[in-house]
C-alpha cells in the first residue's frame, strides 16, 4: 500500500511545479486544467485538517495483552453501558458485527454479566449482512444467533435481522425503511445534529484492508451521504452480495467500539491510530471515516497494535 505513503502536500507541491513549467510554455489548456487540480488539492488538505480536529477528544485507544483481556474489558464496557442507557431511556440499542467480534463477545455469557444485564430491554440490528438466507453459514445473523443472540434472553421480537427474501436493493431499501420506522414510533432516537438514528451503541470489526461494515475501499458506497442503508454486489470479501449501514448512519451513534484483534489487522490499525499531524493521505481507509457524534472506543491486542507504538 505504498500509494498511501503520498502526501496531499507532496502532490500539491508537483502540481505547483508543474503549473510553473506549464506557464512558461504558455498553454493555455494545461494551466487552466492543472490550476483546477491545484484548487481541488488545496480544498482536499483543508478538509482533511478539519476532520481530525473535529475527531480530536472522541478518541479511546485502549491497547491489551491478549484477546481474552480484550474480551473481558469489553463486557464491563458493554455492561455498563446497557446499566446507563437502560436508566436514562429505558432501553439498549445494539447493533453488531460479523466476523470475530461475535466470539469476542463470550464474556457477557458468563457470571455477573448473564445475570446482571437486563436483556430484556436490549434491541439488536446488523451493522451489515450477507444477502444469504438466515440460516445460511455465510449470515451475520446466524453467526451471532448460534453464538451469542441463543443464549441470552434477549426477546426476538427486538431482534431486526433483514429480510433474506429480497435481493440487495430491495433488502438494503427495506431494513432503512424499518429504521426510519423504528425512530417514528420513538422506539430509536433520532441523533440531534442528523436525520439519522442515533444507536446507543455499535460493534465495529475492521478488516485487514481497512474496511468497516461492508465499506471496502475502492467501492463508492463509502462516499453515501444520504441513504442509511446501501448494498454492495461485488464485495472483495465473500460472499458478494451484503448491505451495510452507511457511514452517515454509523457516525450518528452515541458509542462506537472498535474491536480489532490479530496480527492481521496491524498495518490498518497503524494507519487508522497514526498521528493527526500526518494524516496527508488522499485516500483514507475506509476505517478512518468512523467518526461518531459520541465516543470511538478502541479495543486492541498486542498482535493488532504490533505496529503502531504512541
Ligand atoms: O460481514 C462482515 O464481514 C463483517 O461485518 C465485517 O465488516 C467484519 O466486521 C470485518 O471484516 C472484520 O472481520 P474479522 O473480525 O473477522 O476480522
Not at 159 to 169: C, Q, T, V, Y
Not at 209 to 215: E, M, T
Not at 265 to 270: F, G, R
Request: proline share 5%.
Amino acid at each position: 500500500m505504498s500509494f498511501l505513503n503520498f502526501s496531499s502536500g507532496d502532490i500539491y507541491k508537483s502540481g505547483v511545479a508543474f503549473w510553473v513549467n506549464a506557464l512558461s510554455s504558455s498553454n493555455v489548456a494545461v494551466i487552466v486544467v492543472t490550476f483546477a487540480l491545484a484548487i481541488m488539492i488545496t480544498v482536499r488538505s483543508i478538509t482533511s485538517l478539519q476532520k481530525w480536529k473535529s475527531e480530536k477528544g472522541k478518541v479511546n485507544v485502549l491497547k491489551f495483552h491478549s484477546e481474552e483481556d480484550v474480551a473481558v474489558s469489553l463486557a464491563k464496557y458493554i455492561a455498563d453501558l446497557s446499566a446507563k442507557f437502560i436508566k436514562e431511556n429505558g432501553c439498549f440499542s445494539v447493533v453488531l458485527s460479523g466476523g470475530t467480534l461475535i466470539d469476542t463477545l463470550r464474556k457477557l455469557l458468563e457470571p455477573p454479566y448473564i445475570h446482571s444485564i437486563d436483556w430484556s430491554k436490549w434491541l439488536i440490528f446488523f451493522l451489515d449482512e450477507r444477502v444469504v438466507p438466515l440460516s445460511h453459514p455465510d449470515s451475520n445473523y446466524k453467526l451471532a444467533l448460534d453464538g451469542f443472540l441463543s443464549k441470552v434472553p434477549i426477546p426476538k421480537s427486538s431482534i431486526h435481522a433483514i429480510n433474506d427474501k429480497l435481493s440487495p436493493e430491495d433488502a438494503a431499501h427495506d431494513y432503512e425503511s424499518r429504521l426510519k420506522q423504528l425512530v417514528e414510533k420513538g422506539t430509536l432516537r433520532k441523533s440531534g445534529s442528523s436525520k439519522f438514528a442515533n444507536f446507543d451503541l455499535m460493534l465495529l470489526g475492521m478488516g485487514p484492508d481497512g474496511h468497516v461494515a461492508s465499506l471496502f475501499c475502492w467501492h463508492f458506497e463509502r462516499f453515501e451521504k444520504t441513504r442509511w442503508v446501501t448494498f454492495i454486489k461485488d464485495s472483495p470479501k465473500p460472499p458478494s452480495q451484503r448491505i451495510t449501514f452507511t457511514f452517515p448512519l454509523i457516525n450518528a451513534a452515541s458509542e462506537i467500539a472498535m474491536v480489532v484483534t490479530g496480527e492481521d489487522a496491524a498495518d490498518a490499525v497503524k494507519i487508522a491510530l497514526r498521528k493527526p499531524s500526518s494524516s496527508s493521505c488522499c485516500f483514507p481507509l475506509p476505517v478512518e471515516k468512523v467518526s461518531p457524534i459520541g465516543n470511538l472506543t478502541w479495543f486492541l491486542d498486542s498482535h493488532a497494535t504490533s505496529g503502531y507504538h504512541r
